[in-house]
């Protein structure tokens, strides 16, 4: 079996703090794992992925997501956020060679001026 | 521009109607995905195509269809709408190897209003 559970369905920080978006997963096999971004009415866009190599991994607009296999973790992080930020934020795990895909259910970012 | 398109962009219809969805993927691309986004259930993963063939089936319902043609463009086709069909559905297309982890690239959705 395999999930994803995303911990807060809503986040609001202050423009200017850091970001934490937390993600927990499971799955029988070893797992891809992304993040993805949703601004209003667009579609989903690839923030950052893992797939099995440094598990400290690098996505655009300054986030960054760290694998903890211990943990079944990848939560989401950005230093300092920006108005830009506020958006849904999924978390999605992949796996298995029919690559299931399981998608969590979205935490909305909402930045504070 | 993620390279997948969707069309119609917009779709108002009754109950009891059937419409058809159309995705063209990526250039290269082989694999196919359609999401449903609504309100009250989030982003569901519906089914997903492979070089034509079904790969993975996931909340789809039975009046729900889909298939991916030669030309690798997809179409997902709605039956007997309800009102509860209205929603945004997306398509994502990925990869060029069967079995590689690929990130998906979304297109911008169609959505779907039932009155």
């Known amino acids: 079996a395999q999930s994803v559970t995303q911990l807060d369905s809503h986040v609001s920080v202050s423009e200017g703090t850091p970001v934490l978006l937390r993600c927990n997963y499971s799955s029988s096999y070893s797992p891809s794992l992304f993040w993805y971004v949703q601004h209003p009415n667009k579609g989903l866009q690839l923030l950052l992925k893992y797939t099995s190599a440094a598990t400290l991994v690098k996505g655009i607009n300054g986030f960054e997501a760290e694998f903890k296999k211990s943990e079944t973790s990848f939560h989401l992080t950005k230093p300092s956020a920006h108005m830009s930020d506020a958006a849904e934020y999924f978390c999605?795990?992949?796996?298995?060679?029919?690559?299931?895909?399981?998608f969590g259910t979205g935490t909305k970012l909402q930045v504070i001026p | 521009d993620s390279g997948v398109t969707q069309t119609p962009k917009h779709l108002i219809t009754a109950t009891g109607q059937r419409v058809t969805l159309r995705c063209s993927p990526r250039?290269?691309?082989?694999?196919v995905y359609w999401y449903q986004q609504s309100l009250d259930q989030g982003l569901q993963f519906l089914i997903q195509y492979y070089n034509g063939e079904e790969r993975a089936k996931g909340n789809i319902l039975e009046r729900f269809s889909a298939q991916q043609f030669p030309d690798l463009h997809s179409e997902l086709n709605l039956s007997s709408l309800e009102l509860g069909d209205s929603a945004l559905y997306f398509c994502?297309?990925?990869?060029?190897?069967?079995?590689?982890?690929?990130?998906?690239?979304f297109g911008p959705g169609t959505r779907l209003t039932v009155l």
């Open positions: 250039s290269g691309d082989l694999s």
């Open positions: 999605v795990v992949l796996s298995g060679g029919y690559q299931k895909v399981t």
């Open positions: 994502a297309s990925s990869g060029k190897l069967a079995g590689s982890y690929n990130e998906q690239f």
